[in-house]
């Protein structure tokens, strides 16, 4: 939060008070303009972003599945911006994407991790590998976009555009053929096991 700027409440009465208030709307903007972004890669009409349905805190939480206002201070400045400070509140956003666009609850965490992994190239939570494995080998030979230092810009978007949108084709597919999503984790699984005994 340093180097925030903050307007100064002086409060009256019983016991006085000087009140800091942070001036949040540059990252509330910073936020919209991401979802913005998500939703013209995804050629999708998500609509104005819904803070209140995702939810935001100080600190993201420790499911990605909220946004954090640290994230969004970051990203309201100017490059250079972290990976992840990216991969997070896309994560959480691409959650809310899924669930708008109606995808199941199997297959949309599924989804926001692979949209936060095809973008940043970093997985979000452990958990997640799965997702970003099965999703990578999808896109594959395109892989990952290359990220540079500007969560903003034009070019990174304009590269991910067609795998987020096969990504979304790909997990829509999945919520009609549960057996098929079933069948990759369990190839997912054995190939973990194979990788780690050295079979």
């Not at 609509?47 to 993201?60: K, Q, Y």
Request: charged fraction near 20%; proline fraction near 9%; include cysteine.
């Amino acid at each position: 939060m340093a180097g925030l700027p903050c307007r100064i409440a002086l409060r009256d009465g019983l016991r006085p008070e000087i009140v800091l208030v942070p001036e949040m709307r540059p990252a509330r903007e910073a936020m919209q303009r991401l979802w913005n972004l998500l939703a013209v890669a995804l050629a999708a009409p998500l609509g104005t972003l819904p803070l209140a349905g995702i939810g935001i805190a100080l600190l993201p939480d420790a499911g990605l599945d909220r946004l954090g206002w640290v994230d969004a201070i970051a990203l309201a400045k100017p490059p250079p911006h972290m990976p992840e400070q990216l991969c997070r509140p896309l994560r959480a956003m691409a959650l809310q994407a899924a669930r708008t666009l109606e995808l199941g609850e199997d297959t949309a965490p599924a989804f926001a991790a692979a949209v936060a992994h095809a973008v940043t190239g970093l997985v979000a939570l452990p958990a997640d590998q799965e997702a970003c494995d099965i999703a990578a080998a999808l896109i594959s030979p395109a892989g990952v976009a290359d990220f540079g230092d500007d969560a903003f810009d034009p070019a990174l978007w304009s590269a991910v555009a067609p795998q987020l949108r096969r990504l979304l084709e790909f997990h829509q597919d999945l919520d009609h053929h549960p057996e098929r999503l079933a069948a990759l984790r369990r190839a997912w699984r054995q190939g973990v096991a194979l990788e780690l005994t050295g079979d």
